[in-house]
């Protein structure tokens, strides 16, 4: 078997163990690793900023022993600190910019002995579930259906690790950034626990703690070791996640007991889905009854009132992206034709907050943390699709409506692309995405799970439990197989 082909059928964990024995090369799977680049990328966008000498020069001085030792890596275009890696943080007014330190979660991943190559394409600073930035002078496509994207803001992340290009990558979840594209592309993608992962030393939180790290991935397994190796709290962070009382790895190697999981064929505020997804949470609800689980359908109570913590959600992250853009820009004012639509429509927005509304928006986040958390008190999971309908066409959500409100909440805006995912980075609670149902024409459909508070090992249990039940590997294999 080639090089080319053992690269493209094993997840990191299995590439690094075939390092490790000496069966394969740290350089050859950089080789895979770019040719599958040169391959695919010209029809997906979704890989930049290479850098292979440096990828190079990790090799010839010798990879950290840890356990991804020798594995090629890609990291987000957003984010991810490293000063190797220059970064448009999705966006023109950044192009190119370098940054003068690591941040800590890049560290802790190279420690790993992870080989990072590159970076991955993002919608400008983030916003959008969808990865069509104007600085990349294309949309990111999704490796099955180029007609469809690939999700965002870790769209690259997703296509690249769908497309075999890279078996894991980095990627980040400020509203479901991770759990979208996973959808999308067939893959893994675990929210932890808010401030699981470190966030600095650039920044205390993300987004009024709603954004976090996270990673890419085509196994669990791969999911749950980079995981372990880049928790913990970090020196000076504000606050830190519940401390688990097993690992990810450990946790995912074994059964859960028997749990109480709740189910919802419509959205949290009642709108009805695709018949794809409804399919696909509906078979989901019927294998955890097989696995032993109590499985019953639930109704949110409107008490729950997710469209109040959504208006809070929007008015934070508008702020948010204003502030960026103007610690950019300094005393240059900002004029339309310099960011996407969106971006431009977010600072517009945000001039109409107050500081004293961004405080009550805080004041909801948190409120809706509290109302969340006893959505659990008769049940130990929640059960939904990741996104209301498949992966949507490109330009769908193109990122050049400059009424930022209506690109968010309006009629076919983002909640209603995506009305799960953003409630559980304002609640905090750990929720994954799994690889589990496609739709009737080929595309993938992810199935959402959410647990408590500080539960990411009981909720990794599960994922462990239904990986072995019902594997998606060669479900992956389908797309990587074809190839370009």
Request: charged letters at 20%; hydrophobic letters at 40%; one cysteine or more.
């Amino acid at each position: 078997m080639s090089v080319s082909e053992i690269y493209a059928q094993n997840d990191a964990i299995g590439l690094a163990g075939l390092v490790d024995s000496g069966e394969v090369s740290a350089s050859g799977l950089l080789d895979a690793a770019l040719a599958r680049v040169a391959a695919w990328n010209p029809k997906l966008n979704a890989v930049v900023h290479i850098q292979e000498d440096v990828a190079r020069a990790k090799i010839a001085e010798g990879l950290p022993k840890g356990p991804f030792a020798g594995v090629p890596f890609l990291i987000k275009d957003l984010g991810c600190e490293a000063v190797d890696f220059p970064t448009n943080n999705g966006s023109r007014l950044c192009a190119g910019m370098r940054w003068s330190y690591d941040s800590t979660l890049f560290t802790r991943m190279q420690v790993t002995g992870l080989n990072t190559f590159g970076r991955t394409t993002s919608p400008e600073f983030g916003i959008g579930p969808v990865t069509e930035a104007g600085v990349y002078g294309a949309p990111t496509r999704n490796p099955w259906n180029l007609n469809h994207t690939s999700g965002g803001s870790s769209g690259g992340s997703g296509a690249a690790v769908a497309a075999g290009i890279v078996p894991a990558a980095h990627g980040s979840d400020g509203g479901g950034s991770v759990r979208i594209p996973a959808s999308s592309c067939g893959l893994v993608g675990f929210k932890p626990t808010r401030a699981r992962l470190p966030c600095g030393p650039g920044s205390g939180e993300g987004w009024g703690g709603m954004a976090i790290d996270g990673f890419l991935t085509r196994s669990l397994r791969d999911t749950a070791v980079l995981l372990d190796a880049t928790a913990g709290p970090e020196l000076g962070a504000p606050y830190a996640a519940p401390v688990m009382e097993e690992s990810f790895a450990q946790a995912m190697a074994h059964d859960p007991g028997q749990l109480r999981i709740r189910y919802t064929t419509t959205s949290y505020t009642g709108t009805p889905l695709h018949p794809d997804c409804v399919e696909g949470v509906e078979q989901a609800a019927k294998l955890m009854e097989d696995l032993g689980h109590v499985v019953d359908p639930w109704s949110p109570e409107e008490t729950l009132d997710v469209p109040a913590m959504m208006q809070a959600w929007t008015k934070i992250v508008a702020c948010g992206t204003a502030g960026r853009v103007a610690k950019i820009l300094g005393d240059t004012r900002l004029t339309e034709d310099m960011v996407d639509g969106v971006t431009f429509g977010a600072v517009e927005y945000a001039k109409g907050v107050s500081g004293a509304d961004y405080l009550a928006a805080l004041g909801e986040i948190h409120a809706f943390g509290r109302r969340m958390a006893h959505a659990f008190d008769d049940c130990d999971i929640l059960l939904s699709p990741t996104l209301a309908q498949p992966p949507c066409e490109i330009g769908y959500l193109k990122p050049d409506n400059a009424d930022f409100l209506d690109y968010r909440n309006g009629p076919g805006g983002v909640f209603d692309y995506s009305p799960f995912t953003a409630i559980f980075n304002a609640s905090g609670q750990p929720a994954v995405s799994l690889p589990l149902h496609w739709s009737a024409e080929g595309l993938p459909v992810g199935i959402h799970f959410a647990a408590p508070f500080g539960l990411d090992a009981e909720l990794m249990s599960l994922c462990g439990q239904i990986e072995r039940a019902a594997p998606w590997h060669e479900k992956q294999m389908e797309v990587i197989r074809r190839g370009a």
